[in-house]
């Protein structure tokens, strides 16, 4: 990377994510004067133009791509209308060891004597669980399932190329085409969409004011710019922001502004997961690549300049923090907005092109954590490109992540998109497939499967807080085959699947009446031909996902039960619940015999690949195709993040040996330590789960750098996820054991008996291995380290 | 046992591993197929469980909780927790292993048809269609079981799998061109050039190898030289170009691996109550791996380090 961009790089990592009160005073201001005054997405559209008009805007020393949400970078602002940060949580969140912010006082002072007062009791968030009955909170407090929507409004969504093609003077143009199509004698809901399309309206002139006060700074600090270099490039920005997002990008930098402005126009409208993303980046930049390096106003340098600019605008802006914080959680700044390298086009065509391998260098060179870069390989994408992308892979940032694209179609179509919008669709998120710039799929919350086991085997009582949470689905002790006891975890997990959906309607039916987005509408087809909010089911799609967690433990837990007590008999039911119960204090030998003895998911064992089948299987079942309130069907992911940590810390010990409190397995990986047989074992299992039926499913995979040296070793780490992607996986993410995994493994062997280290020809699992031998493979491996 | 009721030679083999996943055992991905039973007595040898042509048993300390349960199961009660079998007493009979909670204790050497394990390495075929691999039999010394080896290699095959042999070549002529005809690649050792030498690091004597390596290439098998590099023992300039000097008098063989001495096997010699002869042994230093590799080449050998 280049000075510039280097500069602008090292100074967003030095800076501290901060938190500023400034949208939330501008927003109680706001809502002060205007609530009551406005129909609701009217006035959500004048929030939005009020914070557009008024909050500080910066264009910093040695930009070329400008605006940032907070009113500096790495400062984030907060959404009261959503959820209301105490002076508990600024104070925990300041002084927190982990992913902390700062609070400077001000904010303190501004939110004790201006906000706190006003939005306590009127957040979204405290509706939300105004609402919601009883035996939902039950459920939420005992770790079953969390609710993303209760701190953040719903988004993971993507842009598409019409942006790239269409500004706001183009976009307001079809909303007065809308609006003057409204038969208000026919369509009862005429009004309703009239309110909604001016809502747009009004959005659309408040994202080109934004620009245009860039516009104004920008030549204000020409005026006074000593160095000539720096003055031509803040008229050129000003002049960028003249230009977009008023009108279409004419150029590779108008393009890449035009992008930004719209990212930070949905990320100030609200507060929505996973921020916005630009998806497939590749594609949609690279006509403007070719027009500038043909006519020659771009050159290669140049491009990769902006697109540096670019990143590190992603890593200015750390995700807002929760309410409720607590010392211990650590959570993460990362966003989560994704880029999707590679792909294919709309007519099912290659996606890969010179913005592809530019953007790949980018992303190794600034390695930031924000944006989420990935791949998505399909069938046609050049082996060269993959190649590449393992070489970046190999260094260890733990990206880009590898997703399927002939897959992410497969299941696209599955859930009732076009071919095309298929094709012009891919992952966001962690994993999740959605048709970009024209669905709003919505992730709802994490489901706790093992959870359900745990209820299960205690007759649907929580033994952490002794309520009867779910029905009595029978004291298994009584049960006389594994058959018995499957179908009560079924029907537990019927229960408890039913009062999630349940919740989810009232919130979904929550945020389309009280918290519309007409910004993120505007640029979500078909939100203003139908005249309808990105929220309430104006997309072409509307999804909404549930998250699979512990998908490893709970197979390796039934496969435990099913030979131990139903087909070796080695240990009664009753036995194991009192092990259970006592967290196996004084049951090692058992609970090592269940560790050890009993079949494994991640081994390509037939016994236990078929449990999780039938596991995976009555979750899709529960919950694939049911109808949301937005017009949609439900659909599962099975991904955790940082989940399946909260909820192993909510769950007791399970049957396959692992002990109460303590992590589940993670994504579709196979339980911590459990895979024995090495990638390929674990890759055959992990594709025994019908990943078509999902909507994304996450893999991760440890891998020595001994494994992958040379150019040898680049093709082999090919030829294994082209081989898992030709049996059906969806994504797949390689994390580079580094030193500190040995380290871990040494003092944990029990969560790390799957490592294989390889040396010359010769293998052996790490943990086997003397302690001096360990030593010397960690001294090799810090030596390998890239 | 009534003779009738014997199965038919070749029928099953001594198999005590079948390592998925395989990365230096040939082209692309592979398995390998570890055969149990040995005629050399490598000082280096890192498959120390692949000498003893019967089952063994092998314990790994660290993972033993002292819990007892391999006593009680040992039908002669001399099982003892954590340790190594004493050979005068077990009769590796595995009954222990089947007691133990944390797999602590395994049978290593199994009796596996030609079908069983041809299903076994069913399991990674599309890794093997993606990546130019297939299936490697090593031991051991696979040719020591050469029924077995050439029923599985034709069953292999019949499935479509690129199938090789990975061989000391000490054995009978007609039984390696008979493996020959049945493989598609031979991974051949060539150790120490100097025969007395030979016999004292390998325990046997070099001429029927060197004269095997000249058959296979006469008949046009494809083979790989491998020469195992082991300081002291046989990286001197001398039995470098020694190999060198016969690799480049073959007719068609030109590739060779240099494969680094590691010490990681010091820790299986533990396991199975052995005691390792190599523990003083250093790993090549990369100087002299460069130094072998330099003397290999300069015979217009397509030298490559490692598997």
């Not at chain 1, 998120?429 to 209820?455: D, R, S």
């Amino acid at each position: 990377m280049n000075a510039r961009v280097a500069g602008l790089r090292e100074r967003s990592l030095a800076a501290r994510p901060t938190i500023s009160a400034e949208r939330s005073l501008i927003l109680t201001r706001f809502y002060q004067e205007h609530l009551g005054r406005h129909t609701t997405p009217v006035l959500r559209a004048l929030a939005f133009r009020e914070l557009c008009e008024h909050k500080t805007i910066t264009i910093e020393p040695g930009e070329l791509i400008v605006g940032e949400r907070g009113p500096a970078p790495k400062v984030t602002p907060l959404f009261p209308e959503l959820t209301c940060h105490s002076t508990d949580d600024l104070r925990i969140l300041d002084s927190r060891p982990l992913t902390s912010y700062g609070v400077p006082d001000d904010v303190r002072q501004a939110y004790a004597d201006v906000v706190i007062p006003y939005w306590r009791g009127r957040t979204l968030r405290d509706r939300i669980m105004e609402m919601l009955p009883r035996e939902w909170h039950d459920a939420y407090e005992a770790g079953v399932f969390t609710e993303f929507m209760e701190q953040r409004a719903p988004g993971h969504t993507v842009a598409d190329g019409k942006i790239y093609a269409k500004g706001m003077d183009g976009f307001a143009a079809d909303v007065d085409a809308a609006t003057a199509a409204l038969d208000v004698a026919q369509d009862p809901l005429a009004g309703r969409r009239r309110e909604e399309l001016a809502a747009m309206r009004i959005a659309a002139a408040a994202a080109v004011r934004f620009a245009e006060r860039h516009a104004e700074l920008a030549d204000a600090m020409a005026a006074t710019e000593p160095d000539p270099v720096r003055r031509e490039e803040l008229v050129r920005i000003a002049e960028v922001c003249r230009r977009v997002p008023a009108s279409a990008p004419r150029d590779f930098w108008e393009a890449i502004q035009m992008y930004w402005f719209c990212h930070l126009g949905v990320i100030t409208e609200l507060n929505g997961w996973d921020a916005y993303s630009p998806g497939h980046l590749d594609q949609h930049l690279e006509p403007f690549y070719r027009a500038g390096i043909a006519d020659g106003t771009l050159t290669r340098e140049r491009a990769k300049e902006l697109l540096g600019c670019l990143f590190v605008k992603f890593n200015n802006h750390p995700a807002p923090p929760k309410v409720g914080v607590t010392a211990a959680e650590s959570g993460t700044y990362t966003d989560f907005a994704g880029i999707d390298l590679a792909g294919v086009r709309r007519d099912g065509a290659d996606g890969v092109g010179d913005v592809s391998y530019l953007l790949l260098e980018v992303i190794d060179e600034l390695h930031l954590v924000q944006p989420s870069p990935n791949v998505q390989l399909s069938r046609v994408t050049p082996e060269h490109f993959l190649r590449e992308t393992c070489k970046v892979v190999r260094k260890g940032y733990g990206y880009p992540a590898l997703f399927n694209a002939d897959g992410v179609v497969t299941q696209l179509l599955r859930k009732g998109k076009s071919v095309e919008d298929a094709r012009e669709g891919g992952t966001s998120g962690c994993v999740e497939t959605g048709a970009f710039g024209k669905e709003a799929y919505i992730l709802t919350g994490y489901f706790n499967l093992p959870k359900i086991l745990e209820l299960t085997l205690n007759d649907g009582l929580d033994p952490r807080t002794r309520r009867q949470l779910g029905p009595r689905t029978g004291d298994p002790r009584a049960f006389g085959s594994y058959g018995e006891l499957f179908a009560a975890w079924t029907a537990q997990l019927g229960h408890f699947v039913e009062i999630k959906v349940r919740g989810n309607a009232l919130i979904e039916r929550l945020y389309a009446d009280a918290m519309p987005a007409p910004f993120l509408s505007l640029i979500t087809s078909d939100c203003i031909a139908k005249g309808m909010d990105y929220n309430e089911g104006g997309a072409r799609y509307n999804t909404s996902y549930i998250q699979g967690v512990g998908i490893g433990t709970v197979t390796d837990s039934l496969a435990a039960i099913r030979t131990a007590v139903f087909e070796e008999r080695s240990a009664p039911m009753g036995d194991l619940l009192d092990a259970l119960a006592g967290d196996f204090e004084g049951r090692d030998a058992l609970r090592q015999r269940l560790v050890n003895r009993a079949p494994k998911w991640g081994n390509d064992d037939a016994a236990a690949d078929g449990i999780m089948q039938d596991a995976f299987g009555a979750f899709v079942d529960a919950i694939d195709g049911r109808p949301n309130v937005r017009g949609g069907t439900y659909g599962v992911n099975m991904l955790p993040t940082t989940c399946h940590v909260y909820f192993g810390s909510m769950t007791g010990a399970t049957p396959d040996g692992r002990h109460g409190g303590t992590p589940l397995s993670e994504g579709i990986s196979p339980t911590q330590g459990a895979d024995r047989l090495g990638p390929t074992a674990v890759l055959r299992s992990a594709s025994r789960m019908d990943q078509a039926r999902t909507c994304g499913t996450l893999l991760n995979m440890k891998v020595s750098p001994g494994i992958i040296e040379g150019d040898e070793g680049i093709a082999k780490l090919a030829n294994l996820v082209r081989t898992y992607f030709r049996l059906g996986g969806h994504h797949i993410q390689f994390n580079v054991v580094s030193v500190k995994t040995l380290l871990a493994a040494q003092a944990h062997p029990d969560a790390h008996r799957g490592l294989i280290v390889r040396v010359a020809g010769y293998s052996d699992y790490f943990c086997d291995l003397s302690r001096e031998l360990q030593d010397e493979i960690i001294a090799r491996t810090e030596h390998e380290a890239v | 046992m009534a003779i009738s009721q014997r199965a038919a030679p070749g029928a099953t083999g001594l198999v005590f591993d079948v390592q998925r996943y395989s990365l230096h055992d040939g082209p692309g991905i592979r398995t390998t197929v570890f055969l149990k039973g040995c005629p050399l007595r490598c000082a280096w040898c890192h498959n120390p469980e692949s000498m003893n042509a019967a089952p063994e048993l092998r314990v790994f300390g660290s993972r033993c909780i002292r819990c007892e349960a391999c006593r009680a199961a040992c039908p002669l009660g001399g099982a003892r927790p954590g340790e190594p079998p004493d050979p005068r007493v077990c009769l590796a009979c595995g009954s222990c292993a089947g007691a133990c909670p944390t797999r602590a204790r395994e049978l290593i050497g199994r009796a596996t048809t030609v079908e069983a394990l041809v299903d076994a390495l069913a399991a990674d075929s599309p890794f093997y269609d993606e990546s130019g691999g297939g299936v490697t039999f090593s031991g051991g010394e696979p040719l020591r079981q050469w029924r077995f080896l050439v029923r599985a290699l034709e069953a292999a095959r019949a499935r479509g799998y690129h199938v090789a042999v990975d061989t000391s070549g000490y054995a009978a002529e007609r039984t390696i061109v008979r493996v020959a005809e049945a493989a598609d690649l031979f991974l051949y050792d060539l150790k120490v050039m100097d025969p007395a030498r030979h016999r004292r690091f390998t325990g046997v004597g070099l001429e029927p190898i060197l004269r095997n390596l000249r058959t296979l290439d006469e008949r046009g098998a494809n083979v790989w030289i491998r020469l195992p590099l082991v300081p002291g023992h046989n990286d001197d300039t001398a039995n470098l170009q020694a190999v060198g000097r016969f690799v480049a008098g073959l007719r068609r063989t030109r590739r060779v691996h240099v494969l680094p001495y590691h010490r990681l096997a010091s820790a299986k010699y533990e396991r199975l109550g052995l005691v390792n002869p190599m523990v003083e042994i250093p790993s090549p230093a990369a100087a002299d791996i460069d130094r072998a590799v330099a003397v290999l080449v300069s015979y217009g050998l397509d030298v490559h380090v490692g598997g």
